[in-house]
């Protein structure tokens, strides 16, 4: 590795850090403008920069310019530039620097996966390829397997052969042996590798760039390269997509996306996950050309601005061409199903911090004694998440939710094994519970109501439910428990009976009144609710198409669209369930 640094002439534009700097400095500063989720990954820097260490996070800094140094003393080797060297625009620099820069208390690499989404031509495969020039060659590894991944061996190519160019160009011509389909250097390969390929079998990643993560079709290529890590000390899975068809949210793709979104948005915790997308926002208008940028971070580099409007005017004259044009060019999922609630609402209701590592603070359930409650339940089939949550009307006009949320261990492990949910890290600080086996234990929900009414003296005024899993929940708190049939309902799902409840409560989440303490898995649920409307312009949320589980945000609803109409405001049948559809 020395010999071939000592090998390699230094970049022809110095200072890599000072962009990088500058680019954090620009995006927060209004500066350069920037999407949402490219201001949550900067300010997702800043912050652990000024509190990682807490975690063991810390920043090498002279790491992550050795890392852009390298990759700029590669050769572009096509078009206006070809033969000189590649030059890392900030927001580059930025991505590059965070990704090698930033490591664990043991001195290895932090991020295992990186997830980049931009429009075309922003110098996503050309990047890339100095990334795994980097990852083969310049990262101390011994025996490195380095991939690129496509869903075809062809398509896989592409980024390999421009790594190809980039060596014959350069002094790593004299250190690394170019094959027809691969490279090696010392005991280290480098291949283009296809799903169609005849085995995946006895992979030892080390590293791989995934490319156009939209067009795979299934997650086994992903799956098999994830696996394929194991072995390894600090591999690294760079992903580079464009925007995917909006309608398909059962792919890999998307699933990686949401996972991404979730991560910046602060959801879910992953100190080994780097994600970065740039995109509009919601509201912006993709025919407004000084949004552009936001998807295409280099507008006037590799992106024409002329070339944009002339395509945008395309689009606007031919409707079939507009979604075409949003995936491409500003990086929209476009026709995809739409979400809830604005961007940054949830996370604006927050009302304070209710949940320690114990579950629900004593001071809140003590804070609650002697309130009147509403309570939603969404119960699930045997093997999956079920959540009731109370809601508190309070004197100042606002409502309080207390949410529960119960899994089978079994089936938690599977789910952070398989879809990166972090159950059981969510269990470790009681905001939900694992019961034993494989299954839901129903009694342990009855047991918590009971304990509410008994122990916490909560005035529980209804318990809400949807019969399809709660004939047995049911029967139990009447026959056993001691609850009222008066106070244990029925309350169904379809368009009639969720239409009001939804409105409520997001007229409460923009009136700023709905106070939810912070409570992660109700954030994830409310995160992942699709909804669906009829000719009649009713609501609902939609299960079967939303990405990941939503059973919270469903008893969510239930319980402040009943407490904000109040009972005694409504019909004895109506509270008997009779009239609910």
């Given at each position: ?28 500063s ?47 080797s ?18 590059i ?27 996503k ?44 160009k ?9 094959l027809?389909?691969?490279?090696l ?22 590293g ?14 992903y ?12 591999s690294?899975?760079?992903?580079i ?14 699933e ?21 997308i740039?995109?509009?926002d ?15 971070p ?21 409707p079939a061409?507009?979604n075409?044009?949003r ?20 996370d ?25 409650c509403?309570?939603?339940g ?49 269990a470790?600080?009681g905001?939900?519970?694992?019961t ?23 005035d ?23 609850f ?32 939810h303490?912070g409570h ?5 649920c ?17 299960k ?12 969510l ?25």
């Amino acid at each position: 590795m020395t010999e071939t640094i000592e090998l390699l002439p230094d970049a022809t534009n110095a200072e890599p850090m000072a962009r990088f700097a500058a680019y954090i400095e620009a995006v927060r500063s209004g500066e350069i403008v920037a999407c949402r989720y490219v201001r949550q990954a900067v300010d997702r820097h800043v912050r652990d920069m000024e509190s990682g260490g807490e975690r063991g996070l810390w920043f090498d800094a002279d790491e992550a310019d050795a890392s852009i140094r390298f990759i700029e003393c590669l050769k572009h080797s096509k078009g206006e530039w070809a033969g000189s060297n590649l030059h890392l625009e900030p927001w580059q620099c930025f991505i590059i620097g965070s990704i090698f820069g930033w490591k664990n208390s043991d001195g290895t690499r932090r991020f295992r996966t990186a997830y980049e989404e931009v429009a075309r031509k922003n110098g996503k495969s050309t990047t890339a390829a100095g990334i795994g020039l980097k990852l083969f060659i310049f990262d101390d590894e011994p025996g490195a397997e380095v991939y690129t991944a496509a869903t075809k061996r062809d398509q896989a190519k592409i980024v390999h052969e421009e790594a190809k160019r980039m060596v014959r160009k350069s002094v790593l011509r004299d250190v690394v042996t170019i094959l027809r389909d691969n490279m090696l250097y010392g005991d280290s390969i480098y291949r283009p590798l296809g799903a169609d390929a005849d085995t995946l079998d006895g992979l030892h990643l080390h590293g791989a760039i995934v490319d156009e993560m939209h067009a795979h079709k299934t997650r086994d290529l992903y799956d098999v390269l994830d696996t394929a890590t194991g072995s390894r000390r600090q591999s690294m899975l760079f992903i580079i997509t464009t925007a995917g068809e909006g309608g398909d949210r059962e792919s890999i793709c998307w699933e990686l996306r949401s996972y991404t979104t979730k991560v910046l948005d602060g959801i879910i915790e992953d100190d080994t996950w780097f994600g970065v997308i740039f995109t509009l926002d919601d509201g912006d208008d993709w025919t407004d050309e000084t949004t552009w940028i936001k998807a295409n971070p280099n507008l006037g580099v590799s992106v024409s601005l002329d070339d944009l409007k002339r395509k945008c005017k395309k689009a606007q004259e031919t409707p079939a061409s507009q979604n075409n044009f949003r995936r491409k060019h500003t990086n929209e999922w476009v026709e995809s199903d739409q979400a809830w609630l604005p961007a940054g609402l949830w996370d604006s209701n927050a009302g304070g911090a209710w949940y320690d590592d114990a579950g629900l603070k004593q001071e809140i359930r003590d804070r609650l004694r002697g309130r009147s409650c509403w309570i939603g339940g969404d119960l699930s089939s045997v093997d999956d998440l079920t959540g009731i949550v109370a809601v508190f009307p309070a004197d100042d006009g606002f409502y309080d939710v207390i949410p529960f949320g119960w899994c089978p261990r079994e089936n938690a492990i599977g789910r952070e094994r398989d879809h990166r949910v972090p159950y059981t890290a969510w269990a470790a600080r009681g905001q939900i519970f694992l019961t034993e086996g494989n299954s839901v234990d129903y009694d342990a929900v009855r047991a918590l109501l009971c304990r509410m009414r008994d122990e916490w003296q909560w005035d529980i005024q209804e318990i809400n439910m949807d019969p399809h899993n709660a004939r047995y929940v049911f029967t139990k708190l009447v026959d056993e428990d001691q609850f009222p049939e008066t106070v244990v309902l029925e309350h169904r799902q379809g368009y009639i009976s969720m239409n009001d409840p939804i409105k409520q409560t997001q007229k409460l989440l923009l009136d700023g009144k709905l106070r939810h303490g912070g409570h992660r898995p109700l954030a994830w649920c409310v995160s992942n609710v699709v909804t669906r409307v009829d000719p009649a312009g009713n609501i609902k949320f939609d299960k079967a198409r939303a990405a990941e589980k939503i059973d919270l945000a469903v008893a969510l609803v239930m319980a402040a669209g009943r407490a904000v109409s109040r009972p005694d405001e409504t019909s004895v049948y109506e509270r008997r369930g009779l009239l609910s559809v």
